[in-house]
């Protein structure tokens, strides 16, 4: 398995544009789960999904930020208009059942809002 | 609330030294508490976890402790080496939905 594919891996873009990131888990996996990686914030969980159903979007910011699921082996976080307090890293994440199973990280993408 | 307290931020040792990150949690009812390692520019990764059911778990040179009295869980690393060096994230699955709370991380450096 390829494991979690994240596109793209880098992204630049201007204040005010709008960005959207890809998420496809490992096949099979049930969860997903979308988090924001920041030096002054660290690791934090935006939302999960299980059975591409949003179960808790507590995490994400504002009104700004919206994620879909789908389908089992898609996902998408949105962000519009873009901020530059959104440069981040954002990870997705997927575990074949629920909340206490491993989680695999995809690669990431690095976001830069100028 | 919903807490994970992480110590030390950063941690320094010399090679072959042991290395120790404890982490306190708020939720008596938490059950389930895993470690990741994220080196540099790469994402986190499973090192091990530990369950309510069991007080120590280890693998190879690394063992997690459990003491639920007093709720916390320590990260242990013996005989370190560089390729050891790496940012430590513990958690803990908390709350109705046992959503995973993540701790802020510790730099662990291993000086040759």
């Known amino acids: 398995d390829a494991g979690v594919i994240q596109s793209p891996r880098h992204e630049v873009t201007e204040m005010g544009q709008e960005v959207t990131l890809r998420c496809k888990p490992i096949s099979g996996h049930n969860s997903l789960f979308w988090y924001r990686q920041t030096m002054m914030r660290g690791l934090e969980l935006l939302i999960y999904?299980?059975?591409?159903?949003?179960?808790?979007d507590s995490g994400m910011p504002e009104d700004r930020f919206s994620a879909k699921m789908p389908n089992a082996s898609f996902s998408t976080l949105k962000i519009q208009p873009s901020e530059p307090r959104d440069s981040a890293v954002y990870f997705c994440?997927?575990?074949?059942?629920?909340?206490?199973?491993?989680?695999?990280f995809g690669p990431g993408t690095r976001l830069l809002v100028l | 609330g919903e807490n994970v307290e992480q110590h030390p931020s950063t941690l320094s040792v010399q090679e072959g030294d042991s290395a120790v990150i404890k982490c306190t949690y708020s939720?008596?009812?938490?059950?389930?508490f895993p470690w990741y390692k994220q080196e540099l520019g790469k994402r986190p990764q499973l090192i091990i976890d530990?369950?309510?059911n069991v007080g120590e778990k280890k693998d190879q040179r690394i063992a997690v402790t459990l003491n639920k009295t007093a709720k916390h869980f320590s990260l242990h690393i013996t005989e370190t080496q560089p390729e050891d060096s790496a940012v430590y994230f513990c958690?803990?699955?908390?709350?109705?939905?046992?959503?995973?709370?993540w701790g802020a991380g510790t730099k662990l450096i291993i000086k040759p």
């Open positions: 958690a803990a699955s908390m709350g109705s939905n046992y959503q995973l709370i």
């Open positions: 999904f299980n059975n591409n159903v949003p179960i808790d």
């Open positions: 939720d008596s009812a938490s059950n389930y």
């Open positions: 994440a997927s575990t074949m059942g629920g909340l206490e199973e491993t989680q695999y």
């Open positions: 530990i369950r309510s």
